[in-house]
Nanobody, 124 residues
Framework: QVQLVESGGGLVQAGGSLRLSCVAS????????MGWYRQAPGKERELVAV???????NYVDSVKGRFTISRDNAKNTVYLQMNSLKSEDTAVYYC??????????????????WGKGTLVTVSS
């Protein structure tokens, strides 16, 4: 199986910065897209940023110019650098990865995996 573990969340004042990390481990042949999503209290989960294995990125409009997504393919890790944080960025942030994995006997398949989330709280 594949596990994603996020870290780096916490409490920060408005205008501050945080860097989230997400490490993928387990039966991994390769990882296609990786991304960060967030879910604020009472709201649906939304896409924050995604990055392809070639390094192409895409962001939700509300974080453009403030957040930067990057990845280290050798470490199966994706990062989210968050600057100029606002109170509306408060949410649980989830890591997602599309992974080519195996269920044994040489059979491979691609599936989407999620981490358990890390809480980011921005105080105003």
């Amino acid at each position: 199986q594949v596990q994603l573990v996020e870290s780096g969340g916490g409490l920060v004042q408005a205008g501050g910065s945080l860097r989230l990390s997400c490490v993928a481990s387990g039966s991994i042949f390769s990882i296609n897209g990786m991304g960060w999503y967030r879910q604020a209290p009472g709201k649906e989960r939304e896409l924050v940023a995604v990055i392809t294995n070639g390094g192409s990125t895409n962001y939700v409009d509300s974080v453009k110019g403030r957040f930067t997504i990057s990845r280290d393919n050798a470490k199966n890790t994706v990062y989210l650098q968050m600057n100029s944080l606002k109170s509306e960025d408060t949410a649980v942030y989830y890591c997602n990865a599309e992974v080519l994995t195996t269920q044994g006997l040489g059979a491979t398949y691609t599936a989407s995996f999620w981490g358990k989330g890390t809480l980011v709280t921005v105080s105003s």
